[in-house]
């Protein structure tokens, strides 16, 4: 599989005009979302910090994945948050308002003879604003170079769905 390629990066000001006044510290701005990782030190994260794992754990019966235990996935994303951990990627997209439209979560792991991968365990959006994923998806790949990592690998349980990948740089590999 070859690396995950992106178009060049360019975030998008805030405007009057997209409903933006400012953008908070360690937030991007797409369309009229902030995309971020979560940290326990942002206030924001701490405050969303639960939807985050409803929506997330949520995730699993939208898309009947029978590989991921609900109460393990709550854990390591508390674990993780709390610690602070480098090694778990938790990107989310928020409105205006605080709510949450769009998350992401990665993790390395060892995938066979492609070695250590950025497995994108979850990846949802829930509104139709493109440079939601423009954005997330370079916030992922400034993760993985920190990491080393230069495949992302996202998860899914049908090729139906693996076909939705596509249209961002992915190609399927079984």
């Not at 996935?73 to 508390?78: D, H, K, M, T, V």
């Not at 990107?91 to 003879?113: C, F, R, T």
């Not at 920190?146 to 992915?170: D, H, M, V, W």
């Amino acid at each position: 599989m070859p690396e995950l390629k992106l178009p060049d990066f360019i975030p998008v000001e805030p405007t009057k005009a997209n409903g933006l006044d400012s953008t908070p510290p360690g937030k991007v701005v797409a369309g009229e979302y902030f995309v971020f990782a979560l940290s326990k030190e942002d206030p924001l994260s701490q405050e969303i910090f639960p939807d985050y794992v409803a929506r997330a754990i949520g995730f699993i019966d939208r898309y009947g994945i029978d590989s991921v235990d609900k109460v393990w996935l709550g854990r390591a994303l508390y674990n993780a948050f709390e610690q602070g951990a480098k090694g778990v990627l938790m990107l989310a997209a928020v409105d205006k308002n605080s709510n949450l439209v769009a998350h992401l979560i990665s993790y390395p792991e060892q995938y066979g003879k492609l070695g250590f991968v950025a497995t994108i365990l979850e990846l949802e959006k829930d509104v139709e604003e493109p440079e939601i994923m423009v954005v997330g998806l370079e916030l992922l790949k400034s993760w993985m170079r920190s990491l080393k990592l230069t495949i992302a690998l996202p998860t899914t349980n049908t090729r139906e769905r693996a076909r939705l990948f596509q249209r961002y740089g992915f190609h399927e590999y079984r």
